[in-house]
Each structure stands twice: as C-alpha cells, then as structure tokens.
C-alpha cells in the first residue's frame, strides 16, 4: 500500500500504518474495516427492528455505497497481506448483506446504487439475451 511520507498512527497504541487511500477517514486499513462491520451491524439492528426511517434508510445505502468505494480503493493494491484481503472482503459482504437488507425491509426500497464506470456492467436485458444464446448451453445449465 501507498505510505504517507510520515508513519502517521489510526489511533492510540495502533502501530499500523495509514494507507494513503483512507487518508480521508484517518484509520489503518484494520480499523477502518472494523468500524465499518461494527456500523453494519448497528444498521442490520435498526432495519430489523423496524426503527428505519426512509430518510434512514437513504442514509445507509449512501454509507454503504462509500464504503464500497473506499474498499475498492484500498483493495485494489496489490501489496496486500492475506489477512488484509481477508478482512476486505468480509466487509464487501457485511455491506451487502446490509444493502440486501435495506432492499427487503417492508415498506422501504433503498435508492439504486450509482455505477461510476457505465458499461462495466450488462444490463438484465442484456445478460437474458446472452444465457439464451445458443453457444451458451453450459452455463445456462449451471445457472
């Protein structure tokens, strides 16, 4: 991972570094994932039990999509430990749990997920027209 010019500490007594692409949230790449696994439980918590609002709701799936980005970021570093990679994509699933779950909570549908790059992506429509193609017959089974 990039290295600020100073080994500049997340919190007290974390001997870990600050990688330059969560300079903007302060915390080592540790603690960032933590604090993010700790908010989508307390989220997971609020939608459960109903106490959600739609404004709430919106907030969640803004937090989620920026901490998506922010672990993408980091992720795509290719000097990653295991253990960090690990821990990344545990986090990739704790926020997609939390979105799946926003999507399911009654009486609420969280906004749509802005794609940054168009195209990266097949439409539905395009993805349908692509199973059903005749040279496709293996995956169509497996699908």
């Given amino acids: 991972m990039d290295q600020p010019s100073g080994h500049r500490a997340c919190i007290p007594r974390c001997k870990l570094p600050v990688p330059t692409e969560l300079d903007s949230v302060g915390l080592c790449v540790h603690h960032f994932t933590w604090s993010v696994e700790e908010a989508c439980a307390e989220m997971h918590r609020q939608v459960a039990l109903r106490k959600a609002t739609a ?77 059903n193609s005749e040279s496709n017959d293996s995956v169509r089974c497996q699908v």
Wanted: positive net charge; proline residues 6%; contains cysteine.
């Fill in 55 to 131: 404004e709430r709701r919106a907030e969640m799936a803004t937090y989620i999509s920026e901490c998506a980005l922010l672990l993408a970021r980091v992720a795509s570093n290719l000097c990653l430990t295991d253990d960090l990679k690990r821990r990344i994509l545990c986090t990739f699933l704790s926020l997609m749990n939390l979105r799946e779950n926003l999507e399911r909570a009654p009486g609420g549908h969280a906004p749509e997920l802005r794609v940054f790059a168009p195209g990266l992506f097949p439409t539905p429509a395009l993805m349908r027209e692509w199973l």
